[in-house]
């Protein structure tokens, strides 16, 4: 088995989110180099969102998948990580590669968080996490404006525009 470095895979969960945005019938663009707060660009019909692209990874004691909700910026010398700005991007998709699951967060939630973001996948726990209303939630990039201020409606029940 070869070793999966955090370069591929987030290689890997950027190219999995362009597949699914193609299956949808979106417009994909890809800005040149890696030094812009966010990965890709969807084109809903005239309407352009820009995209943060997040991989998760497992977290063995707690069974967790997890993600860092932080830039990160490396040089030779050193890593420097810092809080995104809501200007950044309109929408943070995290992948899971093990199980193909995305949790589709608008910028606002996604940075809203401390530094980690946990994903539970098990149904280990009678009260979900806040996270878990954003699993394979594509249907909020075409909602738009979406009021965070209220509970995230169920799929079905979201207006789509």
């Known amino acids: 088995m070869t070793t999966v470095d955090t370069k591929l895979k987030g290689d890997i969960a950027e190219q999995a989110t362009i597949v699914q945005a193609l299956k949808r019938g979106w417009g994909v663009l890809k800005p040149i180099g890696d030094r812009l ?19 998760a990874w497992l977290h063995q004691s707690s069974g967790n998948y997890v993600v860092d909700n932080r830039r990160t ?19 943070a998709i995290a992948y ?3 199980l193909e699951v995305f949790y589709v967060f608008p910028a606002e939630v996604f940075i809203s968080y401390g530094s980690e973001i946990h994903l539970v996948e098990a149904p280990k726990r009678q009260r979900q996490p806040r996270s878990s209303a954003y699993r394979q939630r594509w249907d909020l ?6 009021n965070l201020n209220q509970p995230i409606p169920e799929e079905n029940s ?3 525009l």
């Open 37 to 55: 707060p966010y990965d890709l660009v969807f084109d809903l019909d005239g309407t352009l969102l820009k995209i943060q692209v997040k991989a």
């Open 73 to 91: 910026k490396t040089n030779r010398r050193h890593m420097v990580r810092s809080p995104y700005q809501l200007t950044d991007f309109d929408f």
């Open 96 to 98: 899971i590669d093990e």
């Open 141 to 146: 990039l075409q909602a738009l404006p979406l």
């Open 158 to 160: 979201l207006k789509i």
